[in-house]
């Protein structure tokens, strides 16, 4: 009895541990594809005064998503390795792989940080936001990749 609780409950939070980072994921590169592809080309239509109002107001709320997303990454994203350490023992590739992703994530977490932060040391990486919402585009596409690969090629 006390064997299939714990194990029920194991497989509900491997459950929900995985809901959570393919939501996250869904949530933060779909809004960035959004802003990337839609909004950004978009705000030319606006004068100068209301395209700084909106491209605040943006950020503003963004930043909530960007800080909670980094969050529940982090924590669902671990929580997936460590569960899948023990079928992955000795296979250095689905190491390597995963170790590359996760510095990929970094990458992107710092960008998407700098992205929706106020300090003025990044004001570079702001002056085109197209460019650096398409990098974090491209990384995360690679991270996706390494993901899905490492998830099909199994154990
Ligand atoms: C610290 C950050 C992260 C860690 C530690 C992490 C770790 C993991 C691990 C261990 C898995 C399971 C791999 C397996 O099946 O054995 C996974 C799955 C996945 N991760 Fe992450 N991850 C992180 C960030 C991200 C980010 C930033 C993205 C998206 C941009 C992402 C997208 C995904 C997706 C889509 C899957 C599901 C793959 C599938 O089941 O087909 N992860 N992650």
Known sequence: MVDFVTGASVFAIDVLSRVVHVGTAMALVGGSLFMAVILLPSLGVLTEQSRQDLVGSVRDRWRRFVHGGIGLFVVSG?????????????????????????????VVFFLATVMVGRSSNFNSLRVNPGKTLRLMLFLSLVIIFISGFVKVRGN
């Open 78 to 106: 671990f929580y997936n390795y460590f569960r899948a350490m023990p079928s992955h023992k000795g296979d250095g590739l689905y190491h390597a792989l995963v170790g590359i992703k996760v510095l990929l994530a970094m």
